[in-house]
């Protein structure tokens, strides 16, 4: 904790810090480490912290999943080979999401069902890019895509909403670019040498 004490009045001296996760991520601390430090600092009035809710996204079991391997039409995609695939071949190899994935692939016009062919599936592109795979990871690192794409995810259940809160700091009171350890009495040396004119007390 000291260390990040020391980098948030070291901080301080140069300005407001506006927005405390930014800024732990930007010094690669963590933020609630940082949230404790400022609470400590705030209790002897070195800062002042001002709350600032914002809304938030998470993934889901599902949605990280997804980020991991791929949204399920890219996964179902790639399971169809040059040659196609038979719908219940490709079923049973997809599981439980071979529905979804199935029709988001006909959707996307990545795949295809050949009626001449007893229904059988062939590739429409030979490749795709899975962008609800990018997006998913965008959200897992903070970064959100634009509201149209958000709701997609938010439809398919592979993201919920995660409210969250940072804090503008600025300078307290007893603001000092080094924290002082403060006394609990006034003791005999200090009153020999005087520190107890300048010693903060509890």
Sequence with gaps: MADVESLLLS?????????????????SVDHASVIGTLKSL????????????????KLTEEGEACADKGSPEAQVFAMVGPDGAAKDELEKLAG????????????AKWLRVDK??????????DSVEDTVQKHLQGVRGGHFPPKADLDK?????????????????TKGAGYSETRTKACTDITADMMHDGSWRTAKFK
Excluded: P
Excluded at 45 to 55: I, N, P, R, S, T
Excluded at 116 to 125: L, N, S
Excluded at 154 to 168: I, M, P
């Design 11 to 27: 901080a301080l001296k140069g300005g407001d810090i506006a927005n405390s996760l930014d800024w732990a991520q930007s010094k």
């Design 42 to 57: 705030a209790g002897d009035e070195y800062v002042v912290m001002e709350a600032e809710d914002h809304e938030g996204w």
């Design 96 to 107: 439980a999401m071979a529905k979804v994935g199935l029709s988001q692939c006909m959707q």
């Design 116 to 125: 001449a062919q007893a229904g059988r599936i062939f590739r429409e592109t």
């Design 153 to 169: 995810l938010k439809k398919r259940k592979l993201v919920a909403a995660a409210n969250y809160k940072t804090f503008r700091v």
